[in-house]
């Protein structure tokens, strides 16, 4: 995830596990758990990741009137990537002309 920085945007990693479900021919992607890098890791806390939550009603991450805060203002970009990641599983799905079994 790209954060502000000063003189440009820096880079940041972050773990995510998602969750596919089928059912009735159809399929649903979700996002199960999201963590980002912990700054505090290791001099104050033992783990290197700690969870990014980053619903409407969070304030360390938006401001009161919804929009993120500037260390968050790329998390946009999240969404944008997972519905890329999305797209292409539905494409992987629907596309019958796969000739290759060996994954």
Known sequence: MRYGGIGGAMTKPIKFQIEISFKDDKYKFEIAELQEE????PQF????????D???NNEGVRKSNGQF???????DDLV???NFLN?????????TNQT???W
């Open 38 to 41: 912990n700054y505090m890791f």
């Open 45 to 52: 806390s033992r783990r290197p990741f700690m969870a990014l």
């Open 54 to 56: 980053l619903s409407k």
């Open 69 to 75: 805060r500037s260390r968050y203002r790329y998390a």
């Open 80 to 82: 944008v990537y997972f």
């Open 87 to 95: 797209s292409k599983l539905k494409d992987y799905i629907t596309n």
């Open 100 to 102: 290759d079994d060996n």
